[in-house]
């Protein structure tokens, strides 16, 4: 049995972006985990409208 686990999980978020303004994206959180306890969240990206890949901090969430 394994400690510590590598779990990646991926919602739908609606963000805000000054360009585009609202948008709803798959957001993929990769999250480390100990005994199946959420710890840290190691990275998340988005995907774009046009298939790019991207951090989330150039996004907020929106309000």
């Known amino acids: ?33 100990f005994l199946n306890i959420p710890v840290k969240t190691v990275h998340k990206y988005r995907e774009t409208y046009y298939g790019e890949i991207k951090d989330c901090k150039s996004c907020s969430l929106s309000a």
């Open 1 to 33: 049995m394994k400690l510590v686990t590598v779990r990646r999980k991926t919602k739908q978020e609606k963000r805000f972006s000054e360009k585009m303004g609202i948008l709803t994206a798959n957001v993929v959180y990769i999250q480390k985990r």
